[in-house]
T-cell receptor, first 116, second 114 residues
Framework: KAGVTQTPRYLIKTRGQQVTLSCSPISGHRSVSWYQQTPGQGLQFLFEYFSETQRNKGNFPGRFSGRQFSNSRSEMNVSTLELGDSALYLC???????????????FGQGTRLTVV | AQSVTQLDSHVSVSEGTPVLLRCNYSSSYSPSLFWYVQHPNKGLQLLLKYTSAATLVKGINGFEAEFKKSETSFHLTKPSAHMSDAAEYFCVVSDLYNTGKLIFGQGTTLQVKP
């Protein structure tokens, strides 16, 4: 069974540009969530999608957005990149059969974004 | 609101000795708790989970954790450390009020000395 796949693995972008990251969840999983990992702030929740609907959003500016497609694949977009957006972005998928959360999440290897 | 606190940012043990990584949680209700491990430049791997069944939870690679409600703790242990256990470990609680959201502790770096 294939795991969570994130593409690309590495990205270098210039300040002011925008970027799109992709996440393919484990087959059958309906919940996809995104996290930002930095040395200073640790792992912070960005947002979570369930059956194409954003169910929750963390405390990030509106430059951070996402969406989920009917096949549960998800994309995350960051516009007007800032140096502080440099981080490892992790995607996770959960089976969440009942839609009530609380189930374990399976993580991809992440996309390392460097903003210069 | 739920939260987790990992009591040690760095733990160093010798190979073959026991491992103890400490985690305290705060939750209004019986939480879902997890331990994840992250090896350098890798994603997060689930070690074990507690979801209100048995209080002693066994995970992969010989790790286990005990849920103690009276102490609000969920410490991770392993009887004998292996060099391959060197990694960062995260104690995680599922947010009861924000479905699908996980709340991470700050992480504990485990160093294993030969």
């Amino acid at each position: 069974k294939a795991g969570v796949t994130q593409t690309p693995r590495y990205l270098i972008k210039t300040r002011g540009q925008q970027v799109t990251l992709s996440c393919s969840p484990i087959s059958g999983h309906r919940s996809v969530s995104w996290y930002q990992q930095t040395p200073g702030q640790g792992l912070q929740f960005l947002f979570e999608y369930f059956s194409e609907t954003q169910r929750n959003k963390g405390n990030f500016p509106g430059r951070f957005s996402g969406r989920q497609f009917s096949n549960s694949r998800s994309e995350m977009n960051v516009s007007t990149l800032e140096l502080g957006d440099s981080a490892l972005y992790l995607c996770a998928s959960s089976l969440d059969v009942t839609g009530g959360g609380g189930t374990e999440a399976f993580f991809g290897q992440g996309t390392r974004l460097t903003v210069v | 609101a739920q939260s987790v606190t990992q009591l040690d940012s760095h733990v160093s043990v010798s190979e073959g000795t026991p491992v103890l990584l400490r985690c305290n949680y705060s939750s209004s209700y019986s939480p879902s708790l997890f331990w994840y491990v992250q090896h350098p430049n890798k994603g997060l791997q689930l070690l074990l989970k507690y979801t209100s069944a048995a209080t002693l939870v066994k995970g992969i690679n010989g790790f286990e954790a005990e849920f103690k409600k009276s102490e609000t703790s969920f410490h991770l242990t392993k009887p004998s450390a292996h060099m391959s256990d060197a990694a960062e470990y995260f104690c995680v609680v599922s947010d009861l009020y924000n479905t699908g959201k996980l709340i991470f502790g700050q992480g504990t770096t485990l160093q294993v000395k030969p």
